[in-house]
């Protein structure tokens, strides 16, 4: 019985995802409001002023849905049609899409003010160069 | 190239010469330029009446095409500049000069934790009701065809419009709890309206020449929950004139308004979005009169709404069903008044138009659309793809199948 739960509950502890953003960025953490703002392409600057810059899987990744539903609380498809009402009207642009975690590891380490997602592990912090945005 | 008839004012160009002058790249990458577009190849077949072309002549029609190409450039992290030009071929009511759809610069003023405020100026996207600023592409509107209720497609909205005007706007955001709520407020300089458009506005040849004034353009939209619920409300006040000819179907000059409300509401969930959408126009002659010939052209007061329920299914498909209604007069649901006052039959008052369709993703980048729509009244039809529409003769009871098939990049 113990075994059960403690299978359950790591497998539970290892899915999930989280934001991560390239050490530039002064804070720690973030309003789901802004994090969706961002997402969402409608926040051009961080309020510290740094340019934000968005990296994303593509629409069917399972990484992106499970970012888009577990951290974002939003479906792939609105965040699609966000970004092509943006497209359309010439008021913004859509993020980045990258084609691996671990070219999404690679540009949010090398880009100021970058922001992406990887799936939850304790591995995130071991590159210097990026850390997790905690969802307030 | 461009249609030689829009005519910003000297400021407005000053303004977005300024700001391409004044932003000096800063630590640009490969990145901060986008380049976009779409191509769509509508086939339409139909009996009753005709829609983008001959579509009921036995064979169906092809002259339906959509074509557009947007650049944007974040030259500093404040800015950005974007531009698109379209080509759109519908029938007779679109013709397929390539014309310049938007071009703008926009500038994010504010961006704190609560919050955003930004200017925008140029030739811009209208942003009322859910979708009229992304309708181009038919990846980012409700269907093939739009609701005729809200989006005007088939009088020729592009014609008169409806799609983009030069003009500048303030925008921003507010993220309040659950709500993140946005506004635009525009206002809209003077552009000449199209000789298609004055057909399909008075269902005529106009003797004389439209022109749109100013207008003030005002969209609230509260997302709520990151979108699970959309509400929005957006009005628009707009002044155009008339320069008369000798005859039908204004006997002198003068000016006249167009006023319009919509309120829109959506909810979405992973497999399903309901979306419901409701207009009120009125159109006040003011000092028009119309000439002793015409009785009809007076003041209107129109209504339309649609609702669509729409079921996403698994590989990248989702089919919707939708039920649509336009009144030219909201207080004359069966048009029994106004087909004794003007001798035409009472189904050219109003459209209902129930409608089925489908899309699917075939890859990344091309995607096909198929629609039914069973359509009651000839509100919506437009007289240029049907000779016969002024003499009473159009088919009250019609239907039409129309496919789409779209690659964008």
Redo the contacts between chains.
Sequence with gaps: MLTVVAVLFISTAASGSEAIVNVSLQRDSV????L??VFGM??????D?????VFVL?D?APEHAEFCKGV????P??LR??W??L????????P?EVSSLEEMRRRVAE???AIGYLPSSPDIGQNEQIKVLHVR | MFDKRHHPSVWLRSIICAVVLLSAPQ?A?A?DW?L?GFLSQGFTISDGNNVNGDSSDGGGSFDFREA?V?L?W?P???I?L???VASVRRGKVNTDDVALD???A?Y?AY???LG?VGF?AGK??L?FAFFN?????V??RPGILMPQSIYLDNDGARAFGYFSGWGAAVYG?R??GRH?LAFELLGLSEFAVEDEAEISILRRPASGRFKHERGLLLRILDDI???RWRLALSISDSLLSYSAGNAPPFDQSGDFVLQQAFASVQH?R?HLSLTAEIVRRRIKLGDLISHPAVSSHTDQDSFGFYLQALY?LPS?SAIFLRYDERLREMQDRNGHRQAAASGLPRHYFFGRDVTLGGNMDLT?HLGLWLELHLVDGVLWVNPLDNPDYGNGQAERHWSLVTAMLSYRF
């Design positions: 309003s789901l409001a802004l969706r703002g409608r926040v051009r600057l961080w309020p002023g740094e340019p934000v810059r593509r069917d974002l609380r939003m479906y498809y609105q049609q966000a092509d009402r497209v359309y009207s010439g008021t913004g642009q859509p980045i880009t100021r003010g | 630590r990458e990145s986008q976009h557009a947007n944007s974040r500093s992290p404040r950005l974007a531009g698109q938007y071009l703008l926009d994010q961006q704190g934790n955003r925008r811009l996207k942003p600023e992304s309708r181009d592409a990846h980012s955001d993220y309040y993140n929950d990151g979108g979405n992973e996403r990248q990344k």
